[in-house]
């Protein structure tokens, strides 16, 4: 099956500090999820980016689904972004319905 | 709307007892998955529903049975558990299945249900 790594697995910053998060993806894909999942366990929608760029206020990301790879970055980093950001992909010529997630970076983000 | 939701939000349950997780969504998706998560660990798919019906049985034991009583509702029955099944549950859905869905088919998730088996 598809491969997915996420670096750095831990990541810790001061706030207002900027950092990006890199997802390795091991085949073509149809689309890639982002998530940030609270320290309550939601897993809040972030990005749906199968290829380019998006930004979404401090948050932005890109996927160059040709080099298999999508990069996440956080400007200006608050206390509320601390918890675990997901990469997701669906296995190659599918549709999606088996997501594969990789492991996941833990940020922490200090007053 | 894009909100699934999911009770309860914590469930404590015997070895020998039967209960059951619910999940709601009316985003009109025609999709519907269940997923198990350990502690610092991402979630693993365990079953997805398309229309309705079952289409995706990740080998899951039989103490858990999916149900979908319609296209908004999504049921976890379980029954006869063990300590190490103890795990947030989480239920997600998107549009749909099929190719022609690929560029669409984003998949939102509800809160989770965290179960403790004692």
């Known amino acids: 099956g598809i491969q997915v790594e996420q670096s750095p697995p831990d990541l810790i910053l001061q706030e207002g500090a900027n950092s990006t998060l890199r997802c390795n993806f091991s085949?073509?894909?149809?689309?890639l999820q982002w998530f940030h999942q609270n320290p309550w366990g939601q897993l809040i929608n972030l990005f749906y980016?199968?290829?380019g760029t998006k930004q979404n206020g401090r948050l932005s990301a890109t996927t160059v689904a040709t080099e298999r790879y999508s990069l996440l970055y956080i400007s200006s980093s608050q206390t509320t972004d601390s918890g675990v950001y997901f990469c997701?992909?669906?296995?190659?010529?599918?549709?999606?319905?088996?997501?594969?997630f990789g492991e996941g970076t833990q940020l922490t983000v200090n007053p | 709307d894009t909100e699934v939701t999911q009770t309860p939000k914590h469930l404590v349950m015997g070895m020998t007892n039967k209960k059951s997780l619910k999940c709601e969504q009316h985003?009109?998706?025609?999709?519907m998955y269940w997923y198990k998560q350990k502690a610092k660990k991402p979630p693993e798919l365990m079953f997805v529903?398309?229309?309705?019906?079952?289409?995706i049985n990740e080998s899951v034991p039989s103490r858990f049975s999916p149900e979908c009583p319609n296209s908004s509702l999504l049921n976890l029955h379980l029954h006869a558990l063990q300590p190490e099944d103890s795990a947030l549950y989480l239920c997600?859905?998107?549009?749909?299945?099929?190719?022609?869905?690929?560029?669409?088919?984003?998949?939102?998730f509800g809160p989770g249900t965290r179960l403790t088996v004692l």
């Open positions: 997600a859905s998107s549009p749909g299945e099929g190719a022609w869905l690929a560029a669409y088919n984003e998949q939102f």
């Open positions: 085949d073509s894909v149809n689309n």
């Open positions: 980016i199968p290829s």
């Open positions: 997701a992909v669906p296995p190659p010529e599918t549709s999606g319905s088996r997501l594969t």
């Open positions: 985003m009109g998706h025609r999709a």
């Open positions: 529903y398309s229309y309705e019906k079952l289409s």
